[in-house]
């Protein structure tokens, strides 16, 4: 299929909203509708607006002035396109439409019906984003870096606190069940201790190390904790986390228990920050910016293509694509970027 | 003269920047200071008898050793909770355990004039909230002279409109609420920030007022859940982005409530997770059936670098003290009152509390900030 004979794509955004979504959209936009000549349809909160056919028509004209702002213009909902209609009601919908294509931005469940909407004959391309980096197929996504220069920012303001108090300060940090953002705003950050679901902990050993620090004359630690950081088997045990509609466990409190359990261990007086949303809010970082207009460009590129069924990727350094079906695994924290932080952890 | 300064209670942005700026007053003016560590607890634990705990204890401050402090936030002399004329077993150093009858806290005052006197210091510029600068009224009572700084981000010590800490608690929470306008915004749901604030609603109240989220909740009123669902719901209903803001004191309370100290159990079994905002959310929740995103900013809102209000306000304070404790002056407070600075008792701070001035500053029926006369405030409105 060439460029000529392409008139009008839709695109969506879904999942839970990061900085750089809008920079995509801009992208896909200035690409299509400015250069190309093919007009864009903004579906509405997501899968939402596939299955109820709620679109805006997007312009170089209206996106102009979004590049740097957080969230996304178009909306985002849980809905899943499977429990609507499925894949019958989206192939109606982009034909109604006229829509040739779909360009679905969103993270492991968005892209994972994507990936099922395209096995199925539907035009679908995908672009990666989730402050967690966790999908595998691509080295980044966007949204990852603007959270962590966030989780950087708290750390380095909560050193001033934690050194005032002589306290250990527990600061847990999303990521569900990969430990990136802990891992490299704990690196960027100067963190003590870095404790990541890839590397189950065991309390003891966290108390000695921070013991250890206090012995060298160290008065305060910092720790990170990935927000699905696990106890090692055998040692402290955790009541089961309640699931959210796609069965997946809604992480988050664990810095809240082991907190008073360090302090009881160490006899350090100890206090727990919980980064939360603020990690998925505000203005993208420049790399988060660059990144989602490379993505929009290349989705773009991939449509003109008619690529079906691939997603936007970029794998050292360079801009590629890989299958959606295979672009959707969780990709855990490799062991040598662990190894790297744990250099810091014993001085 | 020898002019000890110490540090007290939570830290807050901008302490070191008044070390600095007592110190640099004091020298220029021909006098040493000395940094007492780690507050009061830096004179409770010193044994002049033992030259290694006088060095563990204080540190030489001079021109040259605090010239790049006040560029960071905390405090480089460290604080503490400690109460010398209250002290738990926990907290009674090796030396002063004699004579310990019970687990009750005792009164080591007499140690502490000792070491003050031992010292050769002459008089205190103690920098705290109310807890470390009751201990500095009681010294004064003793005969040590004592000028002190009032610090707290809640900004409730009662005898000044202004304590350092504060301009920067709500620059933080400003950020926050705007930063969480893009999710709260992209999934079209209602979010509660919790401030801390202790039993003073001033910071949820200023937060409000400054970032424009809708609704504040502040400690000093009681509000109907029932009732805010519903102002919030209108909120989002009329925002063309279809959300909705909000503060929240930590110290709120619901109308007919106790003071909360626990949300629902998580997953944990815990309760404290996140006091009144996170119970206020799970009911926003419950009563709307609207998504709610709660956030509680916390320690966040205390750490890193003073804003250039509480330089001011830090500097100012400092060079104020300096010059009243070399002026022979004591049991003083410097204050700003009706955005003058001016120095008031210090037996002041204990002679009442310092909240919210709800009906020039609030509206109790939609819970919101309504400032009803702003010609002729001071820059902070009080």
Known sequence: MGATELRRIGIMTGGGDCPGLNAAIRAVVRKADGMLGIEVLGFRDGWRGVVEADVEPLTVESVRGILHRGGTILGSSPVNPFHEGGVERV????????????????????LGAAAQLATEGVPVIGIPKTIDNDLSGTDYCIGFQTAVQIATDAIDRLHTTAESHDRVMLLEVMGRSAGWIALYAGLAGGADMILIPERPFDLEDVCTHLRRRHLRGHRFSIVVVAEGAQPASGTLKLPAYPRDA?????????????????????????????????????????????????????????????AWGRMAATRGGRIVDVALADAAKVRPVPEDLYRVAEVFFNT | MKIGILTGGGDVPGLNASIKAATNRLSE?????????????????????????????????????????????????????????????????????????????????????????????????????????????????EGVPVVAIPKTM??????????????????????????????????????????????????????????????????????????????????????????????????????????????KEDAFGHRKLGGIGQLTAEMLKEITGLEIIYQELGYLMRSGSPDSLDLMV???????????????????????????????PLAVTGQGVKRVDVGALYDTDSYRPKIRHVNGKPMFLY
């Open chain 1, 91 to 110: 192939r109606a919908v982009l034909r109604d439409l006229g829509a040739e294509a779909l360009i679905a931005i969103g993270g492991e469940g968005t």
């Open chain 1, 246 to 306: 796609r069965g997946f466990p809604r992480y988050g409190g664990i810095t809240q228990l082991i907190a008073p359990e360090i302090e009881r261990l160490t006899e350090f007086e100890t206090r727990v920050t919980t980064l939360g949303h603020v990690q998925r809010g505000g203005t993208p970082v420049a790399e988060d910016r660059i990144l989602a207009t490379r993505f929009g460009i290349a989705a773009v590129d991939l449509v003109v293509a008619g």
């Open chain 2, 29 to 141: 003016e021909g006098h040493t200071a000395l940094g007492i560590r780690r507050g009061w607890a830096g004179l409770l634990e010193c044994n002049p008898d033992d030259p290694g705990s006088t060095e563990r204890c204080t540190t030489p401050l001079n021109p040259a050793v605090v010239r790049t402090i006040d560029r960071s936030g905390g405090t480089v002399l460290h604080t503490s909770r400690t109460n010398p004329a209250k002290v738990k077993p926990a907290d009674e150093p090796e030396f002063l355990r004699e004579g310990r009858q019970d687990d009750g806290p005792r009164d080591h005052t007499a140690h502490t004039l000792k070491v003050i006197e031992r010292l050769g210091i002459d008089a205190l510029i103690p920098i705290g909230g109310d807890d470390t600068l009751s201990f500095a009224l009681r010294l004064h009572d």
């Open chain 2, 154 to 263: 809640d900004n409730d010590v009662h005898g000044t409109d202004y304590c350092i800490g504060f301009s920067t608690a709500v620059t933080r929470a400003v950020d926050a609420v705007n930063q969480l306008r893009s999710s709260a915004g992209s999934h079209e749901r209602l979010a509660v920030v919790e401030v801390f604030g202790r039993y003073s609603g001033e910071t949820s109240l200023i937060s409000a007022y400054l970032s424009g989220a809708e609704r504040g909740i502040i400690a000093e009123v009681p509000f109907d859940i029932e009732k805010l669902a519903m102002l919030l719901t209108q909120d989002r209903e009329a925002n063309p982005s279809r959300y909705a803001m909000m503060t929240i004191s930590e110290g709120a309370t619901m109308v007919g409530g106790e003071m909360v100290v626990g949300g």
């Open chain 2, 314 to 344: 830090a500097i100012n304070y400092a060079v104020m003290a300096a010059d009243l404790v070399v002026g022979g002056e004591s049991g003083r407070l410097v204050a700003l009152r009706n955005g003058n600075y001016v120095n008031v």
